[in-house]
């Protein structure tokens, strides 16, 4: 069974700051693990996805990587923004196969806070 | 706006009520899916359907009945709830595959806005 942890729970930095956003997952066998955005009584916004046969990603100012032998995952913010403010989920989906796909475990998430 | 609609964006309901929650998705996808999130607890996978084919049924109680017409359109049927049902109903919906190459994934989701349910 995949289980997902994200630390910290939450995280409040002036705005300028460079930050990193941490996620482990315990079955390495993963085909690929995404990066997900949420705003307050809002949906998803999917940031990245990362491939298991890829090592990093990045989209303007976000750049995440993988590492699958220990099982870990980071999101880093580059000159965080009081708009990056909201909480960021990732998710580790299962193995290839039968019926599995989108079937993706989430993490609880880090609540961010950027303020001015 | 990402493509994929959701109503209602509120509902309360008492327990012997039945309410239908709708999701439509303008992506021309094939697969979509039903995601529940409680409070202080990770986003949970319900149901997954795949040209208009339920695949998946994560263990969710018979009170929760989804129904695909069409790969555009999803409904989660609700039937005497309980008040720890109470939370933010997400639909998503992804490209999907034709079932004889589906476990080649690598399904990027793109989610809805959610319906938050109240059982009182």
């Not at chain 2, 979509?32 to 998946?56: G, R």
């Not at chain 2, 490209?95 to 809805?112: D, H, I, P, S, V």
Request: proline share 5%.
């Amino acid at each position: 069974k995949q289980e997902v942890t994200q630390i910290p729970a939450a995280l409040s930095v002036p705005e300028g700051e460079n930050l990193v956003l941490n996620c482990s997952f315990t079955d390495s066998a993963i085909y690929n693990l995404q990066w997900f955005r949420q705003d307050p009584g809002k949906g998803l916004t999917s940031l990245l996805l990362i491939q298991s046969s890829q090592r990093e990603q990045t989209s303007g100012r976000l750049n995440a990587s993988l590492d699958k032998s220990s099982g870990r995952s980071t999101l880093y913010i580059a000159a965080s923004q009081p708009g990056d403010s909201a909480t960021y989920l990732c998710a580790a989906s299962l193995p290839a196969g039968g019926t599995s796909y989108g079937k993706l475990t989430f993490g609880q998430g880090t609540i961010l806070t950027v303020h001015p | 706006e990402t493509g994929v609609t959701q109503t209602p964006r509120h509902l309360v309901m008492g327990m012997t009520n039945k309410k239908s929650l709708k999701c439509e998705q303008h992506l021309g996808h094939n697969a979509m899916y039903w995601y529940k999130q409680s409070a202080k607890k990770p986003l949970e996978l319900m149901f997954v359907y795949n040209f208009k084919e339920q695949t998946e049924n994560n263990s969710v109680p018979s009170r929760f009945s989804p129904e695909c017409p069409n790969s555009s359109h999803l409904f989660l049927h609700l039937h005497t709830l309980q008040p720890e049902d109470s939370a933010l109903y997400l639909c998503a919906s992804s490209q999907g595959r034709a079932l004889r190459t589906f476990y080649a994934t690598n399904e990027k989701l793109f989610f809805g806005s959610g319906t938050q349910l109240s059982v009182l």
